[in-house]
């Protein structure tokens, strides 16, 4: 008589098993139901896929959601409060040192005019 093991021990067992003994119980349950190893695809075997013929399907099958079992855990990478205010500190100051060196370069105010209106009707 077989006893009834929790998930969690059936999990701790798998772990513990080596990658043979695995495959080799893995393939002893699709025995006993019925199924048989490979593609599914007629005249298909596993190995004659390539890379790009398995990249292909995956995206095909992510256009149906009834064919996706697990929800994403992805989230989408947002830009960090901290990034944020360190680029706008950044702007300020650049803003600010520009500021800074146009009036220690120009001190007079109609110096300042007379740039402003050659710049606004330069030819």
Known sequence: MATKESNEERKKL??????ADRKALIRAKM???????????????LSS????EIW?????????PEMKT???????KTPS???SLITLILIALALTAGMVFYYKQYPS??????????GMFAD
């Not at 199924?35 to 599914?40: D, F, I, P, T, Y």
């Not at 896929?49 to 790009?52: G, L, N």
């Not at 697990?70 to 989408?76: E, H, L, N, V, Y």
């Open 14 to 19: 798998f772990k513990a098993m080596s990658s």
């Open 31 to 45: 025995k006993a139901e019925g199924l048989e190893e490979g593609s599914g695809v007629p005249g298909k075997n």
């Open 49 to 52: 896929y390539d890379r790009d």
């Open 56 to 64: 292909d399907l995956i995206q095909v099958t992510s256009c149906f």
């Open 70 to 76: 697990k929800p994403r855990t992805m989230k989408a």
């Open 81 to 83: 409060k901290k990034n």
């Open 109 to 118: 105010p109609d110096t300042r005019r007379e740039l402003s209106v050659d």
